[in-house]
């Protein structure tokens, strides 16, 4: 793969981007900023910013490395070209994104060939800890992720929506729409989508990362995963999987989470804490599970709607089982499942242990939704004493009289 430097660029660009800088009427702090057009492509070592309303193409790795800033506008657009180059945009260890859309103008990371898995999407690798040692490669771009500082900052994204992605490097490497690699508690996830990728909409590797209003539509493989010890907390997540019949493809579990699957019981031990979920599967006669905790994770789940799969919450192994039984670990209060649940391997249906792990849990309800995820249950768990969490008493993650996901998401 062709990386190419910033401070290597030709002359003639170098100084038109100088230029445009010294001229910009609202750019006062001597910060570099990148003309429309301009194309993302190798390493980035000093401060950039994109403006608003500009489209920037992508092409190949783009490397944001320590110590530079790439600075994002609302209603910027940046497109990886339709080449045979893998694209995708990586914020390595010490680096930083500020990528804030707003609800009406959000940025948007998207593809000339609009197909699932058209690029690699974005990766962030920070220096929280993880479990497969102190430090680890990322899948995508072989940079370092982990560490000892859990509130590591690699910046701040608010929405964002990225299209497209999850390009498949090879069969253990994917990018994702959105890949967290030991990414600390200082970073700041709001308001994002991962729109029809070819793998996972949101992936977590390690770290302490916490994240609200996430939106995971129609990615091939999983909504949400975790793994590599995962702690962070999350609050009004939705999944939402088209049928096959649209896609053209089919989508595989709401959530599928791990501790580490070359050793479960590793430590940090994945336990995140989430709570006002919206999980709605696409009734597939060939990807049936919904929440799938499995490799040791443990979990604390809150508040959410779960339906359209066969087996809508499974468990896969002794350590997670035992976790969810007794109920300090792992918790699941006040889930409400449209369907039956399934422990995979180690017994038959079990609903005496999904109502005996905490209160409110019910199955075989019916959950009535509109525009596909939009509407809550009165009741829940209120999180609030901890500053993270909103009160949000209720099951589920968009009410109808605030429909947050309006205006930035497809």
């Given at each position: 793969m062709k990386k190419i430097n910033w401070k290597f660029a030709p002359l003639a660009f170098v100084a038109t981007m100088f230029v445009f800088t010294a001229c910009s009427s609202d750019d006062d702090d001597n910060t570099n900023t990148a003309p429309d057009g301009t194309e993302l492509k190798g390493e980035l070592t000093q401060d950039l910013t994109l403006k608003s309303g500009n489209t920037y193409p992508l092409t190949g790795g783009y490397h944001v490395k320590s110590g530079a800033t790439l600075t994002i506008e609302p209603g910027v657009i940046i497109k990886a070209k339709d080449d045979d180059i893998v694209d995708y945009i990586l914020i390595e260890q010490g680096a930083k994104i500020d990528a804030?859309?707003?609800?009406?103008?959000?940025?948007?990371?998207?593809?000339?060939?609009?197909?699932?898995?058209?690029?690699?999407?974005?990766?962030?690798?920070?220096?929280?800890?993880?479990?497969?040692?102190?430090?680890?490669?990322?899948?995508?771009?072989?940079?370092?992720?982990?560490?000892?500082?859990?509130?590591?900052?690699?910046?701040?994204?608010?929405?964002?929506?990225?299209?497209?992605?999850?390009?498949?490097?090879s069969e253990t490497k994917?990018?994702?729409?959105?890949?967290?690699?030991?990414?600390?508690?200082?970073?700041?996830?709001?308001?994002?989508?991962?729109?029809?990728?070819?793998?996972?909409?949101?992936?977590?590797?390690?770290?302490?990362?916490?994240?609200?209003?996430?939106?995971?539509?129609?990615?091939?493989?999983?909504?949400?995963?975790?793994?590599?010890?995962?702690?962070?907390?999350?609050?009004?997540?939705?999944?939402?999987?088209?049928?096959?019949?649209?896609?053209?493809?089919?989508?595989?579990?709401?959530?599928?989470?791990?501790?580490?699957?070359?050793?479960?019981?590793?430590?940090?031990?994945?336990?995140?804490?989430?709570?006002?979920?919206?999980?709605?599967?696409?009734?597939?006669?060939?990807?049936?599970?919904?929440?799938?905790?499995?490799?040791?994770?443990?979990?604390?789940?809150?508040?959410?709607?779960?339906?359209?799969?066969?087996?809508?919450?499974?468990?896969?192994?002794?350590?997670?089982?035992?976790?969810?039984?007794?109920?300090?670990?792992?918790?699941?209060?006040?889930?409400?499942?449209?369907?039956?649940?399934?422990?995979s391997g180690l017994g038959g249906y079990t609903s005496a242990l999904f109502a005996a792990t905490a209160t409110g849990n019910k199955i075989g309800q019916t959950i009535t939704l509109t525009s596909n995820y939009v509407g809550t249950i009165d009741g829940g768990t209120d999180l609030s004493a901890d500053s993270f969490f909103e009160k949000a008493a209720y099951k589920g993650a968009v009410t109808s009289s605030n429909n947050w996901t309006t205006g930035w998401t497809r």
């Open positions: 804030q859309g707003t609800a009406t103008n959000p940025i948007v990371m998207t593809a000339e060939k609009q197909s699932y898995g058209a690029w690699g999407g974005v990766h962030i690798c920070g220096k929280a800890s993880i479990n497969i040692g102190s430090t680890g490669k990322s899948e995508i771009g072989d940079a370092t992720y982990g560490g000892t500082t859990d509130t590591d900052n690699s910046g701040t994204m608010k929405y964002v929506r990225v299209e497209y992605a999850g390009y498949n490097f994917e990018g994702n729409g959105f890949t967290f690699y030991g990414v600390g508690s200082g970073t700041t996830l709001e308001y994002l989508q991962a729109y029809r990728g070819s793998d996972d909409g949101f992936e977590f590797f390690g770290g302490t990362v916490n994240v609200k209003h996430l939106v995971s539509t129609s990615n091939s493989d999983d909504s949400f995963d975790w793994t590599e010890g995962w702690r962070g907390k999350g609050q009004f997540l939705v999944a939402y999987q088209e049928s096959k019949a649209t896609l053209g493809y089919d989508c595989d579990a709401l959530i599928e989470a791990d501790n580490y699957d070359k050793n479960v019981v590793a430590t940090p031990v994945s336990q995140p804490t989430l709570a006002n979920l919206t999980l709605v599967g696409n009734n597939s006669d060939a990807n049936t599970r919904g929440i799938r905790l499995r490799a040791g994770t443990y979990a604390k789940i809150y508040n959410a709607l779960v339906k359209g799969k066969t087996n809508n919450l499974t468990t896969e192994t002794a350590e997670t089982e035992a976790a969810l039984v007794g109920g300090t670990n792992s918790i699941l209060n006040n889930i409400i499942i449209e369907g039956d649940i399934k422990v």
